[in-house]
């Protein structure tokens, strides 16, 4: 597992396609007919991963996402993982009083009860070891055991039950509304497969009634695919593909859920949960995240923007899942309307296959400047800026980011010399936060020499790769 990842070392981060891109008030109607014309769900959770509380500060948009389930009469709440963001009692405890502050006695408003489906993650179990914490924690308590006292992996379990008041095992059932929840703590993954077994006819796991599973990393070649970052290697993916009725919530990666690629479904179905912290900007984009030593460009995208969660609807055959952000209270996207009969709707190769990649506008045209500006790390360098519009989103598909090319104009041939990979500015956030613009910048060093003449060719890409067609700048000389 790459533990270069910023958040691993803690630094304070029913169909398949859409029926149109529907903006908030497109949405809005959309949730009233379909209130309409849908019989109540049988079940409905609030789902959160990764709320990374660090200290008081953070609380309130959990404290929001908590109100907002209770309202929508949710029956159970799964955190799947990093709730206490540098490993420490005091901030678990924080988590701890958000709930019972928000559903006293494990019961919401109106008086019913709601269960918290929750387990330990990376961070709650080893963030006391992450960046400056050790030398933090040194400070404030010289003594061994004072210090080890405010660790929750001291005593894992100890502090769970007296926090959140109830039993705690490294992998536990429990039952909602006739409907069994399974959730693995960090490191207790790989015993997955061993309880499933020992307890599939106690808790009738075998049959179409879908049962709901938790752990924090994703399992392995399900959520983004083979290449997802913070997966568990496969156990999980081994342990549910007995089980076709198997639903997984995962988090760790910080993904965005405007990412079609948080769904998966093969021998089972497998949902990414994002994070209420932050969202992760992806490697390989000039405005993503560090990776490799590679020097980037362009400043990292306002990660912190992206605080997202769902609420499941749970009906006897599909699930509704609605994306949301919690800083403005909008969907990212329109729902999820997700089949559980077996047909795979939600798996890469059906669902991408009926994408259509968005498209610039008729008159889109790029333009290029270049000027000196700072590179990622502060440094004054020599840069050259491809500008251009953004693109419009298609039927199926916002912008994910954008593929650009620079061409360097020999004789008679355009020849490749340099290409980037730029997100759009807007790919976390609700569609009426969309983007106007985007931009690409190349260190002119990386780029042919003085007198070169240079052609760019930008193409906008959903997030399964499908791409629009290209727009083209005029012949630029360096």
Not at 210 to 219: D, G, R, T
Not at 288 to 308: A, D, F, R, S, T
């Amino acid at each position: 597992m790459d533990i270069t990842r910023r958040s691993f070392v803690g630094t304070t981060l029913a169909t398949g396609v859409w029926s149109g891109f529907l903006g908030s008030t497109a949405l809005a109607q959309s949730d009233k007919t379909h209130a309409l014309n849908t019989p109540s769900p049988a079940l409905r959770l609030g789902v959160l991963s990764d709320i990374h509380i660090y200290d008081e500060k953070n609380v309130p948009v959990f404290e929001r996402a908590l109100e907002f389930f209770g309202d929508r009469k949710a029956d159970g709440v799964i955190i799947a993982g990093d709730m206490a963001d540098r490993g420490l009692v005091d901030q678990l405890e924080l988590v701890a009083n958000a709930w019972f502050k928000v559903f006293p006695e494990n019961r919401r408003p109106d008086g019913q009860p709601i269960e918290k489906l929750f387990v330990y993650g990376n961070h709650d179990v080893q963030g006391h070891g992450y960046g400056d914490t050790p030398k933090k924690l040194a400070e404030k308590y010289p003594d061994e055991a004072t210090r080890a006292a405010h660790c929750i992996v001291t005593d894992r379990k100890a502090v769970w039950e007296r926090l959140f008041k109830e039993p705690w095992s490294g992998v536990y059932a429990k039952q909602v509304k006739g409907y069994t929840f399974i959730g693995s703590h960090w490191g207790y993954e790989k015993d997955l497969e061993a309880f499933l077994k020992a307890n599939e006819s106690r808790l009738g796991l075998k049959g179409k009634k879908p049962f709901f599973y938790a752990q924090h990393p994703h399992p392995g070649n399900t959520v983004q695919g083979p290449w997802a970052w913070g997966h568990d290697h496969g156990v999980a993916t081994r342990a549910l593909s007995a089980y076709p009725n198997a639903v997984a919530f995962s988090g760790h990666s910080h993904y965005s859920l405007t990412d079609e690629r948080c769904i998966w479904q093969g021998a089972f179905t497998s949902i990414g949960t994002s994070s209420l912290s932050y969202i992760f900007a992806q490697y390989w984009r000039e405005n993503g995240e560090n990776h490799n030593g590679i020097l980037k460009q362009m400043p990292l995208l306002p990660e912190h923007l992206g605080k997202q969660g769902m609420l499941v609807s749970v009906y006897d055959d599909h699930l509704v899942i609605e994306r949301r952000e919690f800083l403005g209270g909008e969907k990212v996207g329109p729902d999820w309307h997700v089949p559980l009969d077996g047909s795979r709707a939600f798996a890469f190769d059906v669902r991408g296959a009926k994408m259509v990649a968005p498209e610039f506008a008729a008159d889109a045209t790029v333009t290029v400047t270049r000027a000196m500006g700072k590179d990622r790390r502060g440094k004054e360098t020599d840069q050259v800026t491809v500008h251009f519009p953004a693109a419009k989103p298609s039927a199926t598909s916002r912008v994910y980011d954008y593929e650009v090319q620079a061409f360097a104009y020999h004789e008679d041939v355009d020849y490749p010399v340099a290409l980037k990979r730029v997100l759009s500015e807007s790919f976390h956030l609700p569609p009426t936060q969309e983007a106007t613009k985007g931009s690409c910048v190349f260190a002119a060093s990386e780029l042919p020499k003085k007198g070169t003449k240079v052609r760019f060719v930008v193409r906008p890409t959903e997030c399964y790769g499908r791409k629009g067609a290209a727009i083209t700048s005029k012949l630029f000389e360096m």
